[in-house]
């Protein structure tokens, strides 16, 4: 097993990676390992004496003082325990290179740091400002300092700041991993403590929160804290811890820490009240208790983290192989990047068409449904009516009508009719072409590694349409073609055995006599109709071979060739335009990386603690 030690400075060392690589918890988009880490909160009410127990802890004066809202920006304190005789120091994370001797220097800078993120305006900011101690007088420790929790805005501050505060700690509070250490002045109302109502919210249980009270000696004579020491008045799952911190006075008269840590011993060890309890008593042993607990935590988390840790290691990778690697910089290989960019989309809208994916057996409903039902639905009635049969007939003879057949009245009927095969052939076109696009559509946007693109997508979305719109052109062309040569030259025999027809009716006179009568009209009807209807059928299937050799196969064959070329004519800033890839996405990926990079140096570190083991 790892030393506890080791433990503790890897968590230190996690959470300092944390704060480098931006993961501060509360960004929901990324994973976070800062949210899983156990941390030391320190909450209570303003005044209540938190910087005081903060510094009692550390043994040194370092925390800015003053009236009003004084921390307004979470300050996370690692404690470092070296050995006795070094010299101690500090450390800020956002000053890597310097190590500050003089506290009153720290000091100086923890002010100027929260004013070069909030100004000087009494704003607060979530962002914390990571300072480490390296102490032979300190036991290893991290601890989160945040505003004191207030009732009212002061001069110069939002209405809002009394929520934003409580939101803040709150969110730090409410973290399953923190450890509460709730600050009550011993000279108030416990009842009313800011601290205690807060962490009886988020830890109804008690099991994360050390009671911690302040200012015993201010306690008016003849009361005591005994009842709520001792576990009686406010029961808590860790015992409570009694303090005696400096009075404004000492700090005016600069007592000394070691000094004051003295006088806080002697105070418990001579107290008549709190005797009994002089050894669980004082700064230095809530230091201690603190440091046990947060070890034991740790010890328990760390499997978690660690699965945490690879989980967040998987996804991470995926995602950023799924938005692929950065763009390459020279043409060559921007253009190379951009053809297989080109043949990944190509892939998928053959697929659709050729199945695999849905969407080509539309093409076939086409031919199968739309263009037969188009073809029954012609009004050949109307056109073939005795009244239209019988007029255009008269018209096709003029002054002299037929004698054995109306030649000319046939051709007549039969042209009339076969124009309406233009409507449903155009329709077919039409069809076949609303369906390709819709494929090209649905192709670019399941084409994975084109998302990043989007200048890029829009060309290629462009570039196939146009060349669909050149395909349908065709298409018209060859379709309206075919309707025209069934009107250009009539199938002869089947008008061969027409006049054996009429001849079968007996007495030729008769023919003639019937040349203007009802029956002899509707024959003619009919015998058109039958032909047709063999035009009709011929077209319900050569109309499908037209469109698909027109559209679909060339859609298939070369539905970018045209677009190729093109690209081939580009210019290197204009191959870098077309991979103009979306600033949100470069943002992402680089968060990404980096939030990996996190996941990894800290699997590293867990890592070196195992194997220390
Ligand atoms: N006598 C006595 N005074 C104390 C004790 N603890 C704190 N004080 C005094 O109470 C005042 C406030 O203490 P701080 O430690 O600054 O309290 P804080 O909670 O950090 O206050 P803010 O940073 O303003 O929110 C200071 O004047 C301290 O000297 C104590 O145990 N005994």
């Known amino acids: 097993m790892a030393t506890m030690e080791s433990l503790i400075v890897?968590?230190?060392?996690?959470?300092?990676?944390?704060?480098?690589?931006?993961?501060?918890?509360?960004?929901?988009?990324?994973?976070?390992?800062?949210?899983?880490?156990?941390?030391?909160?320190?909450?209570?009410?303003?005044?209540?004496?938190?910087?005081?127990?903060?510094?009692?802890?550390?043994?040194?004066?370092?925390?800015?003082r003053g009236s009003g809202i004084v921390t307004r920006r979470p300050l996370v304190l690692q404690l470092h325990k070296i050995e006795q005789g070094v010299q101690e120091y500090a450390e800020f994370l956002h000053l890597p290179k310097k190590k500050f001797t003089d506290f009153a220097m720290v000091?100086?800078?923890?002010?100027?740091?929260?004013?070069?993120?909030?100004?000087?305006?009494?704003?607060?900011?979530?962002?914390?400002?990571?300072?480490?101690?390296?102490?032979?007088?300190?036991?290893?420790?991290?601890?989160?300092?945040?505003?004191?929790?207030?009732?009212?805005?002061?001069?110069?501050?939002?209405?809002?700041?009394?929520?934003?505060?409580?939101?803040?700690?709150?969110?730090?509070?409410?973290?399953?991993?923190?450890?509460?250490?709730?600050i009550t002045p011993a000279n108030q109302d416990i009842a009313t403590s800011d601290a205690m109502k807060l962490s009886r919210e988020v830890d109804p249980s008690g099991e994360r929160t050390f009671g911690v009270l302040t200012k015993l000696d201010l306690m008016d004579k003849g009361t005591n804290a005994v009842d709520v020491l001792e576990g009686r008045a406010y029961p808590l799952q860790h015992p409570w811890v009694g303090i005696v911190n400096r009075s404004q006075a000492d700090i005016n008269k600069n007592v000394d820490m070691i000094a004051a840590r003295r006088r806080e011993r002697e105070f418990f060890a001579t107290s008549p009240d709190y005797g009994h309890l002089a050894s669980k008593m004082g700064s230095e042993y809530l230091a201690k208790l603190l440091s046990k607990h947060l070890e034991s935590v740790i010890r328990a988390r760390l499997p978690g983290i660690t699965s945490l840790i690879n989980k967040s290691i998987d996804e991470l990778?995926?995602?950023?192989?799924?938005?692929?690697?950065?763009?390459?910089?020279?043409?060559?290989?921007?253009?190379?990047?951009?053809l297989e960019l080109c043949r990944a989309f190509d892939k998928i809208f053959k697929e659709h068409l050729e199945g695999g994916r849905p969407g080509g057996d539309r093409i076939y409903g086409v031919f199968d449904h739309q263009l037969p039902a188009a073809l029954r639905k012609l009004p050949f009635d109307r056109h073939l009516?005795?009244?239209?049969?019988?007029?255009?007939?008269?018209e096709a003879d003029g002054y002299q009508p037929h004698l054995i057949a109306p030649e000319q009245g046939y051709r007549r009927l039969i042209d009339g009719a076969l124009h309406y095969f233009r409507g449903p052939a155009e329709a077919s076109v039409d069809a076949v072409h609303f369906l390709l696009k819709e494929l090209v559509r649905r192709s670019i946007a399941e084409t994975q590694e084109l998302k990043r693109f989007p200048t890029l997508q829009a060309e290629i979305a462009a570039a196939a349409n146009e060349a669909l719109e050149r395909f349908r052109e065709e298409s018209k062309k060859t379709t309206l073609r075919l309707v025209e040569m069934e009107s250009s030259y009539l199938t002869?025999?089947?008008?061969?055995?027409?006049?054996?027809?009429?001849?079968?009716?007996?007495?030729?006179?008769?023919?003639?006599?019937?040349?203007?009568?009802?029956?002899?009209?509707?024959?003619?009807?009919?015998?058109?109709?039958?032909?047709?209807?063999?035009?009709?059928?011929?077209?319900?299937?050569?109309?499908?071979?037209?469109?698909?050799?027109?559209?679909?196969?060339?859609?298939?064959?070369?539905?970018?060739?045209?677009?190729?070329?093109?690209?081939?004519?580009?210019e290197a800033k204009q191959l870098a335009q077309l991979l103009d890839e979306d600033p949100a996405l470069m943002e992402r990926r680089l968060q990404c990386a980096k939030r990996l990079e996190l996941y990894k140096s800290a699997r590293d570190e867990i890592d070196s603690v195992s194997w220390a083991r």
């Not at 929901?28 to 004496?49: D, F, I, N, R």
């Not at 009516?385 to 008269?394: E, H, P």
């Not at 077209?539 to 070369?558: D, F, G, H, M």
């Open 385 to 394: 009516s005795l009244q239209n049969i019988r007029k255009v007939v008269s």
């Open 317 to 338: 990778e995926a995602e950023l192989s799924h938005l692929g690697r950065p763009v390459a910089v020279d043409a060559g290989a921007q253009l190379y990047t951009i």
């Open 492 to 570: 002869v025999d089947f008008f061969r055995k027409l006049p054996q027809e009429v001849e079968k009716g007996g007495n030729p006179n008769s023919v003639s006599a019937d040349r203007y009568v009802e029956g002899h009209f509707r024959r003619i009807g009919s015998n058109v109709s039958s032909y047709v209807g063999m035009v009709s059928e011929t077209l319900r299937n050569t109309i499908p071979k037209a469109v698909v050799y027109c559209q679909v196969r060339e859609a298939k064959q070369s539905l970018l060739n045209h677009f190729y070329i093109l690209l081939g004519k580009k």
């Open 107 to 182: 000091r100086k800078e923890i002010q100027d740091e929260t004013d070069r993120i909030t100004g000087k305006s009494k704003q607060i900011s979530p962002v914390p400002i990571h300072l480490s101690i390296y102490s032979p007088n300190v036991v290893n420790l991290t601890l989160i300092d945040l505003p004191g929790l207030t009732k009212v805005a002061v001069e110069g501050q939002p209405e809002s700041i009394v929520q934003d505060i409580e939101t803040m700690v709150r969110s730090y509070v409410e973290k399953p991993n923190c450890i509460i250490l709730a």
């Open 10 to 64: 890897t968590v230190n060392r996690i959470q300092r990676a944390c704060t480098v690589l931006g993961d501060h918890g509360g960004d929901t988009a990324l994973p976070t390992l800062w949210e899983a880490l156990p941390s030391v909160v320190v909450v209570g009410g303003q005044s209540s004496g938190k910087s005081s127990v903060l510094e009692s802890i550390v043994g040194r004066d370092f925390l800015p």
